[in-house]
């Protein structure tokens, strides 16, 4: 391990090659962290094929690993790579750990998966416990309904990491919206690592060159599904209900997603040529500025989606996926319930008309800043909080066990 520094440093890993979720919220903390610390660098471990595409602010940078995506069936192969998928994973595995070793981080922060994919970040973890940094789990509001989540973590040995290798669990949300380890057995020691930090919020970058509208004039309705790779249903039934009803109030703007596979990109994007209140673009990296432009939004419910709702105070109406999880079905039911959102169950059918009466009644429904959460918001400054806390102590002799035991009462934030 290096010599004594005066700098400090972070390592964040995010194991997904597909989608924008776990990519974009990482990217969140680090900018937070960095801001909010002067003499701090973040490296963030990625496998997305687009994290070049997004815009990183000084003394962030990121090591992407080789990409593997999960099947239909549950396996998993090379995204790009034409090698065994074996092969792959242990190009990973060796690449996240030796970054480590020669980055030495004060800090290691894993996103979602407690061991990393495949456990491909298990010998990094037993490796920076040994020298004494601080490793902590972060987690979003919901992972899945616990009848899916426990025997996936009995599976993947979640709950032994935890006790083994983990000083804290940041759960980026709050219990009044979903507790993410709801039916998942574990001790109490474990329990309290637990800290409730509150949404990220998010704000439009500086700087940030506003995208030009071509067709439609401001303001407009802002159809987002995330990464695309699972949106087509929403985007053609939106299509759809202004094809049937072309005198929707108010135009849209629909971004299909960088994952969404290009037949269905192009069928889109002719299909919204054919209509003059429907603009199209398939990304945007600078999402929050046109979510700040909206009037309202149409959207699956996504973690950070759900954040820009929040934070730009925007009317939003969520088509949650119920397959292969019950993620943004639960945070979309639940924000409900708060008065945060309206929701619309895709029953198969997706009747262009019932589409339309729903866009037309959205500008009219309560923003989400008519309910008083709080916290809710809170997710910034409570994860930078508890970075300094971690940050600040000598890691020689540092345990997961007489750390956690020492530190319990400085680090609950309000409790």
């Known amino acids: 391990m290096a010599g004594v520094r005066r700098d400090k440093r972070v390592l964040i890993y995010s194991h997904d090659s597909f989608g924008l979720g776990h990519l974009r919220r990482c990217r969140e903390i680090a900018h937070a962290l960095v801001e909010a610390e002067q003499d701090l660098s973040v490296l963030i471990l990625s496998g997305s094929p687009i994290i070049g595409s997004f815009d990183f602010r000084a003394r962030v940078d990121f090591v992407r690993v080789p990409g593997v995506i999960k099947l239909r069936n549950g396996d998993y192969t090379s995204l790009a790579l034409h090698i065994d998928v074996e092969h792959t994973m242990a190009m990973r595995t060796s690449i996240i750990e030796h970054t480590a070793k020669i980055y030495d981080p004060d800090l290691f922060l894993v996103d979602k998966e407690p061991l990393g994919l495949r456990g491909e970040a298990e010998n990094t973890l037993a490796m920076l416990n040994a020298r004494g940094t601080p490793c902590i789990l972060g987690l979003r509001d919901v992972m899945d309904e616990p009848a899916r989540l426990v025997p996936e973590w009995e599976r993947k040995q979640a709950v032994p990491a935890l006790m083994n290798y983990y000083h804290d669990i940041w759960v980026y949300g709050l219990p009044q919206v979903y507790d993410p380890l709801e039916g998942v057995a574990m001790a109490d020691s474990v329990r309290r ?223």
């Open 193 to 415: 690592k637990v800290t409730y930090t509150g949404y990220l919020p998010r704000s439009v970058p500086q700087a940030a060159p506003g995208l030009t509208l071509e067709k439609i004039d401001e303001p407009y309705l802002l159809i987002t599904v995330g990464g695309g790779g699972d949106g087509e249903q929403i985007v053609d039934w939106v299509l759809r209900a202004y094809e049937s009803d072309p005198d929707i109030p108010y135009p849209a703007l629909l971004v299909l997603g960088p994952f969404m596979a290009s037949d269905l990109q192009n069928e889109f994007l002719q299909r919204a040529s054919q209509l003059p209140r429907i603009e199209a673009i398939t990304f945007e990296a600078r999402l929050e500025s046109l979510m700040e432009r909206a009037l309202g939004v149409v959207c699956m419910g996504g973690y950070n989606t759900f954040c820009e709702i929040l934070s730009f105070n925007k009317r939003a109406l969520v088509v949650p996926r119920t397959e292969p999880r019950m993620e943004q079905y639960i945070r979309a039911t639940r924000a409900a319930q708060l008065g945060l959102v309206s929701v619309l169950p895709d029953d198969g059918r997706r009747e262009a008309q019932v589409m339309a009466t729903a866009l037309r009644t959205l500008p009219q429904q309560s923003p989400p800043s008519e309910t008083v959460v709080p916290g809710l918001l809170d997710g910034r400054d409570n994860v930078i909080k508890l970075a300094r806390q971690w940050l600040r102590r000598r890691r020689r002799g540092l345990s997961v066990a007489s750390m956690v035991a020492n530190s319990r009462a400085a680090l609950r934030l309000g409790r």
